[in-house]
């Protein structure tokens, strides 16, 4: 036998060099903060003099913009002829398209409050680092803030991210007026599966009856919930036999037999 020639001794067990990155963590969808969270955070940041976290924070809930997006806003692209812009318009880093978004009137107050201080003098990003070789902060950064910004009202840090400040003020507006198309304007999604997943988790009510599937993969496999295939196919096969009983060959109007 060819296992009688191995040798008694068992190898050992290959271990990993490296730990793998998803130990201990949180994976998934992030969700997006409730109106209450949102209102409890800038109460916080208020009452504690944060001006530049309350500007940022502000900022990431009305633009939407992603956070590689979001640090690297510079003073130009919201602020102009003394005063904060209405609205903006940035050019996406990983889509490379324009998108526009509206600052409200909140926001505008806070970033105004943030240019004016002392640390903004001569910057020319809008969230300058404190470090010679980076000119803003960084995403990492980032998203430290925001985990002691949501750990500060009790909620579990891990399970939210930067891009629930993305998905915050979208499912808020698709809460609202239960447009999808609206919302993937606002998140300048090409596809409508993207929009779909955003909101799919069911924490921002109901989808709409047409985008209610079995999975939410391609587009191709959504269909109404109540139509089956084999009555479609009934259907098909009624227009069909009604087709061929018809007349094949019809006089034409107009003209007369001679």
Partial sequence: MIGDNLPGTNLPVPQPRAPAWN???VVGQKRALLPRHVWAI???LELA????DLALFNMAIDSKLRGCDLVRLRVADVYAAG????RASVVQSKTQRPVRFEITETTREAVQAWIGSPAMIGSIHLWPSRFHD???ISTRQ????LKSWVAAIGLEPSAYSTHSMRRTKAAQIYKKTGNLRAVQLLL???KMDST???LGDGQHGPLPRRWTARSATSASSWRMPWRSRKASTSDRQTRRSSRSAEPQHRPHRGLCCR
């Fill in 42 to 44: 800038r109460v916080r």
């Fill in 196 to 198: 779909v997943r955003y």
């Fill in 188 to 190: 300048d999604h090409t």
């Fill in 49 to 52: 003099g944060r001006v530049r």
């Fill in 142 to 145: 980032y998203g430290r803030m």
């Fill in 23 to 25: 130990r201990g963590r």
């Fill in 134 to 136: 980076s000119p803003h």
């Fill in 83 to 86: 005063r904060v812009k209405e």
